[in-house]
């Protein structure tokens, strides 16, 4: 049965294309001038990607949240310290950050915007710089604003069970109207600043962006708390249609509630739309801002689907290796091991049933005695596959280089975790 299911996975399940072992890609490594897991360190990569762009990412949103209304929000803040409301986190990831998509979305459409190149015909100097239109670092910001408000907004504490929380109650519930102000904050300004590209196509990609984004919120069960659980797995025949999100038309709704239940398949309807349709609309307007036509545009999109579904694959790998008593159920190694093995999902269908919280640990050594993170392993290397030859079609090298090495990078470390 795995031998047969492996085989599904690595070829028709994938891409249609047959997995290589991981050596494949050690001659791209070299010809990306990477060394061993140690000497590609996550900050030096981005550090030498913010020097292409001629722009530290880091400070996009400082330019947004050293504001009035934020320099405000920032002082109730402090009424906040010592409730463990989730805010206080989001604050500290934005300001110090952290390796998650709320720091890099914007480096990843800088660094597309270059590799891509513009239409010289319609600028002159005023209009770039590090060959990058102001327009597009504009984009930029917008893209990554909206998913950090979003964020924020996912910040809300579920106050139903007011005798869990007992005294705190009143600091959290003061907690979730900041969290609602200023989320509605950052996306009303977005919306503003989207309006002054003056280009209704662009409008338009960022919009249907965030609509998927909200769309993910509800894609799917979810339990008392709203926490997205996966669906309990469905019989498959030989005849069934696996989600391919490259050739939809990304304008309209993604993928269908027909994918839930099917394993990697509603894993990755769900990545793309919580996090890979805004990256790759963001890459897409990019190049439409340009003026590169079509085929660029759809490529840009292409890459940042695929950059966003690597680095999701990243996070699940390390939320459930670092956190085994509070993992995501919805992360790549649960639904693939309950595909796999469809009697896990009784951990979850006893916790559904008798209305109580999920074993977290027994779950976690149950995922671990599959095979699962064999699978992921496969899937990790056709989404590297994917990275680099899609990026392959851009003609600028130094941002194209940094991209591969931000991949090659995420693919190592989630490996770092796999094989501990």
């Not at 270059?114 to 002159?124: I, Q, S, V, W």
């Not at 995420?410 to 796999?418: F, L, S, T």
Request: with cysteine; glycine share 8%; hydrophobic share 40%.
């Amino acid at each position: 049965m795995f031998i047969g299911r492996l085989n599904l996975l690595s070829k028709s399940h994938l891409s249609g294309r047959v997995i290589q072992p991981v050596c494949f890609l050690s001659g791209q490594n070299n010809k990306l001038g990477l060394g061993q897991r140690d000497d590609a360190g996550w900050r030096d990569v981005v550090s030498e990607a913010e020097q292409i762009v001629g722009y530290p990412t880091s400070f996009l949103n400082l330019r947004w949240l050293f504001n009035d209304e934020i320099a405000n929000t920032a002082i109730h803040l402090r009424k906040l310290v010592g409730t463990n409301h989730p805010l206080l986190k989001s604050a500290k990831n934005l300001l110090i950050g952290s390796k998650s998509n709320l720091q890099s979305v914007g480096l990843i459409i800088l660094l597309v915007s270059k590799a891509a190149g513009f239409d010289a015909n319609y600028y002159n100097r005023d209009h770039y710089d590090s060959g990058v239109l102001h327009a597009q670092r504009a984009l930029a910001e917008i893209v990554e604003m909206k998913r950090t408000g979003h964020m924020i907004h996912k910040a809300m504490v579920n106050l139903q069970d007011k005798e869990k929380h007992k005294e705190k109650v009143k600091d959290l519930l003061y907690g979730n109207k900041i969290v609602l102000l200023t989320g509605d904050f950052l996306l009303a300004k977005c919306l503003q600043q989207l309006g002054g590209l003056r280009n209704n196509a662009v409008t338009e990609l960022i919009s249907t962006g965030l609509r998927d984004l909200v769309e993910g919120d509800f894609f799917g069960e979810h339990d008392d708390n709203n926490n997205p659980i996966p669906t309990q797995p469905k019989a498959t025949n030989k005849f069934e249609t696996h989600y391919k999100w490259e050739t939809e038309d990304n304008l309209e709704k993604l993928g269908s509630n027909d994918f839930l239940g099917h394993g990697k398949d509603e894993w990755t309807l769900r990545t793309m739309l919580t996090s890979g349709s805004l990256l790759g609309k963001g890459c897409q307007a990019a190049t439409k801002l340009a003026h590169l036509g079509e085929d660029a545009e759809r490529n840009a999109y292409i890459l940042g689907g695929h950059l966003a579904i690597m680095w999701q694959l990243y996070l699940d790998v390390k939320d459930f290796f670092t956190h085994p008593y509070s993992y995501s159920l919805v992360g790549a190694p649960v639904i693939f091991a309950i595909w796999e093995y469809p009697t896990i999902y009784g951990h979850i269908l006893e916790s559904k049933l008798e209305r109580k919280p999920v074993e977290y640990k027994q779950l976690y050594y149950a995922v671990r005695s599959t095979r699962s993170l064999e699978y992921l392993c496969v899937f990790f290397e056709e989404e590297l596959a994917s990275v680099l030859k899609c990026s392959e079609r851009f003609p600028v090298d130094d941002a194209r280089v940094a991209l591969q090495k931000m991949a090659v990078t995420i693919r190592d470390e989630a490996m770092g975790y796999i094989e501990k």
